[in-house]
Protein backbone atom coordinates (compact mmCIF):
# COMPACT_ATOMS: atom_id res chain seq x y z
CA UNK A 1 0.00 0.00 0.00
CA UNK A 2 1.25 3.53 -0.92
CA UNK A 3 2.45 5.93 1.92
CA UNK A 4 -0.43 8.39 1.81
CA UNK A 5 1.61 12.37 2.16
CA UNK A 6 -0.57 15.16 3.02
CA UNK A 7 -1.45 17.81 0.36
CA UNK A 8 0.66 20.81 1.50
CA UNK A 9 3.41 18.39 1.32
CA UNK A 10 2.78 17.50 -2.55
CA UNK A 11 1.40 21.06 -3.07
CA UNK A 12 5.01 22.50 -1.55
CA UNK A 13 6.79 19.75 -4.05
CA UNK A 14 5.22 20.28 -7.21
CA UNK A 15 5.74 24.18 -7.00
CA UNK A 16 9.44 24.46 -5.88
CA UNK A 17 10.85 22.62 -8.98
CA UNK A 18 13.73 24.01 -10.95
CA UNK A 19 11.72 26.37 -13.59
CA UNK A 20 9.96 28.27 -9.92
CA UNK A 21 13.89 28.91 -9.26
CA UNK A 22 14.61 29.99 -12.15
CA UNK A 23 12.11 32.33 -12.43
CA UNK A 24 11.82 33.74 -8.81
CA UNK A 25 15.95 34.75 -9.30
CA UNK A 26 15.55 36.38 -12.78
CA UNK A 27 12.86 38.39 -11.29
CA UNK A 28 14.47 39.32 -8.23
CA UNK A 29 17.85 40.15 -10.36
CA UNK A 30 15.51 42.42 -12.45
CA UNK A 31 14.47 44.21 -9.80
CA UNK A 32 17.57 44.54 -7.49
CA UNK A 33 18.98 46.13 -10.53
CA UNK A 34 16.72 48.63 -11.46
CA UNK A 35 16.04 49.71 -7.52
CA UNK A 36 19.82 49.74 -8.06
CA UNK A 37 20.32 52.61 -10.67
CA UNK A 38 17.08 54.51 -9.00
CA UNK A 39 19.65 56.75 -7.25
CA UNK A 40 21.51 57.74 -10.90
CA UNK A 41 17.97 58.81 -12.01
CA UNK A 42 18.38 62.52 -11.07
CA UNK A 43 22.19 62.63 -12.16
CA UNK A 44 21.16 61.42 -15.78
CA UNK A 45 18.24 63.51 -15.83
CA UNK A 46 20.20 66.72 -14.71
CA UNK A 47 22.80 66.27 -17.61
CA UNK A 48 19.69 65.56 -20.34
CA UNK A 49 19.01 69.36 -19.16
CA UNK A 50 16.08 68.92 -17.00
CA UNK A 51 16.19 71.29 -13.97
CA UNK A 52 16.60 70.17 -10.25
CA UNK A 53 12.58 69.72 -8.57
CA UNK A 54 11.85 70.15 -4.87
Known sequence: ???EESI???T?????NRDFALGFFACF???ATNTALYPTLPIYL???GSSPGV
Do not use: G, S, Y
Request: charged letters at 25%.
Open 8 to 10: PQL
Open 46 to 48: EQL
Open 1 to 3: MRK
Open 29 to 31: AFL
Open 12 to 16: LRNIL
